[in-house]
């Protein structure tokens, strides 16, 4: 089938769209091992995950837009993307992201995959490390923690051994 020369660009764009996705998908899953619990206060990885979250679904619908625009079948995005949530809630820190949002958000990104098979995309996106994103890697819950309260018993520790030197 011959394509006008707008349909290429439009199918381009799409598959520009559902990279862009997919590697936002591999960085919130990152940002998400390295929140500790989602009661942990740490603002910046919160804010960066609510982000990424948000633009995600920022290119999967405008990829739905080409999708719809083509004349293909939207309707199995439409129910994975109900089935996600509001993606718009977890990027204004009203919602959490749980892994049935992540299973769906995924299963959204097949559905138009499937829309257009004829565009050939990689399968999965390397997940950028923490230094591609700009985000300090945090340590594992499993790694020991600095709070004001170990940094004061470190503190006394270094004391009582420095008064011990000095006395002998």
Same mark, same amino acid.
Request: glycine fraction near 6%.
């Given at each position: 089938? /011959?394509?006008?020369?707008?349909?290429?660009?439009?199918?381009?764009?799409? *598959?520009?769209?559902?990279?862009?996705?997919? =590697?936002?998908?591999?960085? #919130?899953?990152?940002?998400?091992?390295?929140?500790?619990?989602?009661?942990?206060?740490?603002?910046?990885?919160?804010?960066?995950?609510?982000? +990424? !979250? $948000? #633009?995600? !679904?920022?290119?999967?619908?405008?990829?739905? =837009?080409?999708?719809?625009?083509? $004349?293909?079948?939207?309707? &199995?995005?439409?129910?994975?993307?109900?089935?996600?949530? #509001? @993606?718009?809630?977890?990027?204004?820190?009203?919602?959490?992201?749980?892994? @049935?949002?992540?299973?769906? =958000?995924?299963? /959204? %990104?097949?559905?138009?995959?499937?829309?257009? &098979?004829?565009?050939? %995309? @990689?399968?999965?996106? *390397? =997940?950028? +490390?923490?230094?591609?994103?700009? %985000?300090?890697?945090? &340590?594992? /819950?499993?790694?020991?923690?600095? +709070?004001?309260?170990?940094?004061?018993?470190?503190?006394?520790?270094?004391?009582?051994?420095?008064?011990?030197?000095?006395?002998?």
């Amino acid at each position: 089938m /011959a394509y006008r020369e707008e349909d290429r660009s439009e199918l381009a764009a799409f *598959k520009q769209h559902i990279e862009i996705a997919e =590697t936002l998908l591999g960085v #919130n899953a990152d940002l998400s091992e390295q929140l500790v619990s989602d009661t942990d206060d740490d603002g910046e990885l919160r804010r960066a995950r609510g982000e +990424t !979250w $948000g #633009n995600l !679904w920022e290119q999967l619908v405008q990829a739905r =837009t080409i999708v719809a625009r083509l $004349g293909r079948d939207v309707g &199995p995005f439409d129910a994975e993307r109900a089935r996600a949530g #509001n @993606p718009y809630h977890v990027a204004a820190g009203m919602a959490r992201i749980e892994e @049935p949002m992540r299973v769906a =958000t995924r299963a /959204a %990104i097949d559905a138009l995959r499937v829309a257009i &098979p004829e565009v050939v %995309i @990689p399968v999965a996106a *390397k =997940t950028p +490390t923490p230094a591609d994103t700009g %985000i300090p890697r945090r &340590p594992a /819950a499993s790694h020991f923690r600095m +709070t004001p309260m170990v940094w004061a018993q470190v503190g006394s520790f270094v004391a009582i051994v420095l008064v011990a030197l000095a006395r002998c």
